[in-house]
């Protein structure tokens, strides 16, 4: 996919990085939104509104999802700078593999 020659600019270097800084940033935040809703709840845990639940489920799904999509791109930038062939069938990896692994993050 991206891994190709026809896609070499640095425009899709620049274009991974912020994928990869957008998900530190969002696995950092998720964590800080767990913890907070954890400490700042009342004795009976089950009290809370609906929104600190939401939250904190929506950021226990992205704990879970985020590693999956920083591990897809760093195997990207590793095709494209160090010559690997995760992605590469010339060199026995599997073209379909970054859309798997896009997808498990996207779903």
Known sequence: PLSGDEYHGICVDTSVMSLH???ISSIFSSMNFVVSAHN???????MLNLFPWGVSV????????????????TML???RHFNTS???MGGG???VLFQHLFWFFGH
Do not use: K, Q
């Not at 700042?40 to 089950?46: A, E, T």
């Not at 929506?58 to 791109?73: H, K």
């Open 86 to 88: 995760f992605f590469d």
């Open 40 to 46: 700042m709840r009342m004795v009976h845990g089950h």
């Open 21 to 23: 800084i957008a998900g």
């Open 93 to 95: 990896g599997d073209a």
């Open 77 to 79: 930038l590793a095709d």
């Open 58 to 73: 929506t950021s226990v799904l992205l704990l879970g999802a985020l590693p999956v999509l920083a591990g897809g791109l």
